[in-house]
Each structure stands twice: as C-alpha cells, then as structure tokens.
C-alpha cells in the first residue's frame, strides 16, 4: 500500500483513467528504486535523470499494455522498461566495444567465495560496480541483480554466451582488486 492507501491494482486503473494525480504517486513511490535500479548501469547522474524521465514518459504512455500479475507487477514491469533503456543508452552512448572481442579468453572459475560487501556502504558498491567498464557493468548487473543466465545475457546483448561468462569474471577480478 502507498501513502494513499492505494495498492498497484487500483493505481494501475487510475493511471489508466490519465490521473494525474496517481501519476504523481507512481513516479513518487517508484522513482527511488528506479533511479537506484538505473545508476548500476548508467554512471552519469544526469543521463540517468534524462532516461528516467523518458522511461516515465513510455510507462504512462504505455500503461494500457501493461498486464496487472499481482503485487509487485507494476514495479517489475517498470524495472523491465529502465533496464532495456539503460541498456540500449549504454550501447549507444557510452564506450561499448563488442564484448565478444573477450570470448577467446578462457573463462577462469573462481574458486574463492565471492567479497564480503556486508561491511562496505551501498553508496561505495554502486560506485565501485559504476567505475567497471561498460560491458561489464551490464553483464555483471543482469547476471547479479537480475538474475539471468549466460544464455538470457548473451541473447539481450548480442554477444555469446562465452562473452557473458568472460565479463562476469573479469567484473568480479576489478571489484576484488578495487575493493
């Protein structure tokens, strides 16, 4: 429930109504997850700003398609739009060199458990993973965060399996070193 006592289901048909006042409320309960969400893949504050703005624009443009699952849908539809948004910026805007140039690497396992983050604040996180190179930023947030397979990354990249697997590792080894 939001501050208005309003779960997504009766938000959903207000939005769809055009209220502008339940758009308020969308942007206001979801913009912090969003933003959040956006920065792990987008470094510069301002770009994130300028596609959360055009994401908002395409979520209420768009609110009609969208298939009311449950509690919680909403948010994951919204993520889904920000995240291929995010994706299709950085692809276009930012230092995005085929990660496929990096297949040939053999993918080394690590066999050590991953860092302890428990004591490191979620600001210093964010800007550590924010400081990786562009195609490990991604492969490693829809790998860790979004929890999609190799296979699942490679297709939304355009890059092959081994790729994805290739970045992964190398994003854990510079988070490691950094850290």
């Not at 208005?4 to 997850?33: C, F, H, I, P, Q």
């Not at 995010?86 to 993918?107: Q, T």
Request: proline share 3%; charged share 25%; net charge negative.
């Amino acid at each position: 429930m939001g501050a208005n006592g309003s779960g997504e289901k009766e938000l959903v048909r207000r939005l769809r109504k055009g209220d502008s006042r339940a758009m308020k409320e969308t942007y206001d309960r979801y913009v912090g997850g969003l933003t959040s969400l956006c920065s792990r893949y987008v470094a510069d504050a301002e770009d994130v700003k300028d596609i959360l703005q055009e994401c908002f624009v395409k979520i209420f443009g768009s609110i009609d398609s969208f298939e009311y699952l449950g509690e919680g849908s909403l948010n994951a539809w919204m993520s889904r739009i920000v995240v291929n948004r995010a994706i299709s910026f950085v692809r276009n805007y930012e230092s995005f060199e085929s990660l496929d140039i990096l297949s040939d690497i053999p993918v080394v396992e690590d066999d050590d458990p991953p860092p302890q983050l428990d004591d490191i604040s979620p600001g210093i996180v964010l800007e550590m993973i924010q400081s990786l190179p562009a195609g490990c930023r991604m492969v490693l947030n829809l790998a860790v965060f979004e929890r999609k397979s190799h296979k699942e990354i490679a297709s939304m990249l355009g890059i092959r399996e081994s790729s994805s697997a290739s970045q992964l590792s190398r994003a854990r080894r510079l988070l490691v070193t950094n850290s």
